[in-house]
Structures are given as C-alpha cells and as structure tokens.
C-alpha cells in the first residue's frame, strides 16, 4: 500500500482566510502545497471557473477539490441557465456547482446577473418599461436563492465598448435603459442580498486604457455618490496579442485606491513552457502588492476543458499535471512542493476525494452522507476529517469507524475501504442541532 499526498482540508483553507480552522493551526507545515493554501497563507483566496458538467470525472474533482478554495460557475448562472422564458427559474446545474463547493468549504462567486451575451431573446425583446422589471426581478430572484450563499456576484459583466472611445457598449440594457442600468442593478443588488459583495467585471481593463478609465470614472462617480459598488473583476484574459501590461499592477491599485476590493476573476494566458510560467508569475506578484486584491480565479481547471483549450492557457494540463505554470503561481504565492506528488492519473497514485451532502433535515437535527470516490488508481482505504460546529453533536454513524479529537471527527473505513479506480462508497451520520444550522466542513481525503 502506498501512502499519498496528505494535503491540508479545502475547509482548512478556508478557515485560514477566515484565522479559525481547527485543522488548519494543526498542519501548519502543509499549509503551502497547493494553490488555495499557498493563497490563503497571503490572506486571499484561488480559485476557479468550475462546470458542473465535468463533476462526475473523478481528477476533475480531485484536482478542483485540492488546489481551490474559490468556485465560479463558468456559464450555469448566467441569464439563459437561470431564466430560459420569463420568470421560468432553472437552478439546477448552478445548484450542482454551488452545494459542491460549499460542501468543500470553497467560496463562490456568482457570474453574472445583468450582461449582453448569453441572454436569452425574450428579454432583447422587451420594451423599456418591461426590461427594468425584468432586470430587477432576475436580480432579486437568482440573489435571492443563493442568499447568504455566495461571497462576491458579478451584477454587471462588460458593459463597455473596447477600443478608444471609452463609451458604453450596445446592449438591451443600455439602450432601452440608458447609462443608469449599472447604478440600478446594483441598487437592486445590494437589497437582494446585503451580504454579498458586489462587482463590477470586465475584460481589456486590465491595464490603464481608454476602457478601463471610463469604468474607473464610473467606480469613483458610485463611491462618491454612495451607490453601492464593493470590487471590480479583472478578468484577465491574456495572449500574445493581449499580454500582461506593463501597468497592471498600477492598474489594479488606482482602483483600489477608490475603496473597492480588486479581484482577478477569470485568469488564462495562453502559451507554454516558462514564457506562460513568467506571466502568470507576474500577474500574481501584482495581485500580492496591493492590498485590497482579495483573490484570484483561473478560467478553468484543466487545459483540456478551457474557452479557449488550443491555446493551452491554465495551469494543468489535459492531463490534470502540473504545468510551469502551476510552479510559478504556487512559487508566486510562498508555496512550495507542488499540488500532487508531480504525477498524473494512472502513474500509480492512489487518490480519492470526499464530498458532503445533507440527506435529511428536521427541526432538531438532520443527517449527512460523505461519498469517498477513488481517483484513477484502486485504493485499499482511506481517511477523511469531518469538521462539526459547536455546539452540535453527532448522535450516530454508519459505514465508517470514527475517532474524535474536538469536534473534529476523523472517519475510517469500517468496512469499505478497498475501491476500484473511479468507484465510490458513502458513510453517513446524525447531528443534533442545538441551535446551529451550520454545514459540517469535510477535510482532504487521503487514500492508500
Ligand atoms: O453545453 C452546450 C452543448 O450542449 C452544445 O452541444 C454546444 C454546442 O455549441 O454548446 C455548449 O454550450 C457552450 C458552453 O460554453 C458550454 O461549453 C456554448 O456554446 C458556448 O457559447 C459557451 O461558451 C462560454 C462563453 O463564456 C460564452 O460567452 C464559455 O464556456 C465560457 O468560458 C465563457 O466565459 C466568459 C465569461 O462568462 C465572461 N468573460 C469572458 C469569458 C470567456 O469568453
């Protein structure tokens, strides 16, 4: 039997950021050898464009569930996902992304609530009157069912032209609604979910242009007049004939310096080798030196599923090994050691990755399953921490051996430790409440 990668628990690294993970003081030293926890260790979150359709592929989820401490669903929140024909809501795929990122202690940011593309044509249809109550209700009613739920929305995406004139692009929302669309659906934003922050996002403002100081002007004209705007997305989209420029990082403190938070939202260079390696470097050295830019998100997971998969712009490859890439952020970042052990599905790493679900809920208590799923390798057993928020208790469990240290409970096989490559088995547990609400956090799963 081999031992593999024991790696600090996606919810550790959550609750580094938030300084209150159990796990997290207890495994300092393995802090840095992912993205989320060499990120976290800066005080900011990695993360990644997540889709739902890729988590029944087990190194998908094994890879997303180890670096990554942040999700964006790619495309399942946006308008024609969520609302296909007026006031017919579809959460389903967005659900699918959201419960498993929360279920590995991952923040989400939602994208995106009011942007050109990806609308459905009922709404380019609308009259002016008719698109604002349109609008406005989308925004309350997708807010409203992640309330509480999701750390950062994207109420607006690219609603400026490129080029030089700095203007508004063509739009629905624009000209049927002229310039105060943004300012009201972010008003409209801010009382649909008060506790989310709210960006602004775009592409082609990543450096000082004629674009990104019309959002700029538009940034300083909200703060100065109390609407409410709490970051602006950078999304970062780079290739030879977009490189990183010059000034990003000037750039990115000229908007904070407004008082907003900055964040990278969907970062991919394309390119290979150590030229892609030194860009990504520099992106985040830039992020790093201002303050107020509070995490980076990469447009996807692995080469292979990318926008733009030909020009190779994210960290693994289609593989899920890491590329230079991955060593220059992980570097960037203070980590060290690399994600995995260097090796990819199939050179004889036994893996396995542990996800939560609430199967049942009452007053008082409810019931949960944690589903272990073997990587691309057989495993002979396995190892996961469920973490419990006091001052709940766990009355029962079943099909796992538990051993406790606080209210951390480290669960074994009982009796199903041996899994072929891909398969999976569940263990499950009943909680009483008392009083707390709050989702158990499931830690790193390790095989052998
Ligand atoms: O799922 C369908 C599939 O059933 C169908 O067979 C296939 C045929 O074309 O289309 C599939 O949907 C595609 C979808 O991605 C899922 O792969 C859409 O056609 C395709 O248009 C869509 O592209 C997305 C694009 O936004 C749309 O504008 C990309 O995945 C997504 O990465 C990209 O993300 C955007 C951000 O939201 C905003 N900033 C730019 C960024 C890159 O374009």
Same mark, same amino acid.
């Given at each position: 039997m081999r031992m593999t990668f024991l790696r600090l628990s996606r919810a550790a690294t959550a609750g580094l950021v938030a300084a209150a993970a159990l796990t997290a003081a207890a495994h300092?030293?393995?802090?840095?050898?992912?993205?989320?926890?060499?990120? =976290?260790?800066?005080? @900011?979150?990695?993360?990644?464009?997540?889709?739902?359709?890729?988590?029944?592929?087990?190194?998908?989820?094994?890879?997303?569930?180890?670096?990554?401490?942040?999700?964006? /669903?790619?495309?399942?929140?946006? $308008?024609?996902?969520?609302?296909?024909?007026?006031?017919?809501?579809?959460?389903?795929?967005?659900? !699918?992304?959201?419960?498993?990122?929360?279920s590995q202690g991952m923040d989400v940011r939602g994208h995106t609530l009011v942007w050109h593309s990806q609308l459905p044509s009922w709404v380019g249809g609308l009259g002016a009157a008719d698109l604002r109550t349109a609008m406005n209700n989308h925004i309350d009613?997708?807010?409203?069912?992640?309330?509480? @739920?999701?750390?950062?929305?994207?109420?607006?995406?690219?609603? *400026?032209?490129?080029?030089?004139?700095?203007?508004r692009r063509s739009s629905p929302f624009q000209d049927k609604l002229g310039d105060g669309f943004i300012e009201e659906a972010f008003r409209t934003a801010r009382a649909a979910? /008060?506790?989310?922050?709210?960006?602004?996002?775009?592409?082609?403002?990543?450096?000082?242009?004629?674009?990104?100081? =019309?959002?700029?002007?538009?940034?300083?004209?909200f703060k100065s007049r109390g609407? /409410?705007?709490?970051?602006?997305? *950078? !999304?970062?989209?780079?290739?030879?004939?977009s490189p990183v420029p010059s000034d990003f990082q000037a750039n990115l403190q000229r908007f904070a310096d407004l008082g907003v938070d900055v964040q990278l939202t969907e970062l991919d260079i394309e390119g290979s080798g150590t030229a892609q390696a030194d860009s990504y470097a520099r992106v985040v050295r830039a992020c790093l030196a201002v303050d107020r830019c509070t995490g980076i998100t990469v447009w996807g997971v692995t080469d292979k599923y990318s926008w733009r998969s030909s020009g190779t712009p994210l960290l693994f490859d289609g593989d899920?090994?890491?590329?230079?890439?991955?060593?220059?952020?992980?570097?960037?970042?203070?980590?060290?050691?690399?994600?995995d052990d260097g090796g990819g599905p199939g050179d004889g790493t036994a893996s396995c990755t542990a996800t939560y679900t609430r199967t049942a809920d009452w007053s008082s208590g409810y019931n949960g399953r944690v589903t272990i799923t073997a990587g691309s390798e057989p495993i002979g057993s396995w190892a996961t921490t469920v973490?419990?928020?006091? /001052?709940? !208790?766990? !009355?029962?469990? $079943?099909?796992?051996?538990?051993?406790w240290g606080g209210n951390v409970m480290t669960a074994r096989p009982s009796w199903n430790g041996s899994l072929a490559a891909g398969a999976s088995t569940s263990f499950g547990f009943t909680v009483a409440k008392n009083g707390s609400d709050a989702a158990p956090a499931v830690g790193a799963c390790t095989a052998s």
């Open positions: 300092p030293a393995e802090a840095a050898d992912t993205l989320g926890s060499a990120a =976290a260790g800066q005080g @900011r979150y990695f993360g990644t464009a997540v889709a739902a359709s890729h988590l029944d592929e087990a190194d998908y989820v094994s890879t997303l569930n180890r670096e990554f401490t942040s999700a964006t /669903p790619e495309n399942e929140m946006k $308008w024609d996902a969520t609302e296909p024909s007026r006031g017919n809501f579809t959460f389903g795929a967005a659900d !699918q992304v959201v419960n498993h990122a929360r009613s997708v807010m409203g069912h992640y309330k509480g @739920r999701i750390h950062s929305w994207d109420v607006v995406n690219e609603a *400026f032209q490129d080029g030089g004139s700095g203007a979910d /008060p506790a989310a922050k709210l960006c602004y996002n775009d592409y082609n403002t990543d450096g000082v242009n004629a674009k990104s100081t =019309a959002v700029y002007n538009m940034v300083k004209d609407v /409410p705007i709490d970051c602006v997305g *950078f !999304q970062g989209h780079f290739n030879s004939a899920y090994d890491e590329k230079p890439a991955y060593d220059a952020v992980l570097s960037a970042l203070g980590g060290s050691g690399g994600g973490t419990f928020t006091s /001052p709940q !208790q766990v !009355q029962a469990t $079943w099909n796992a051996t538990a051993t």
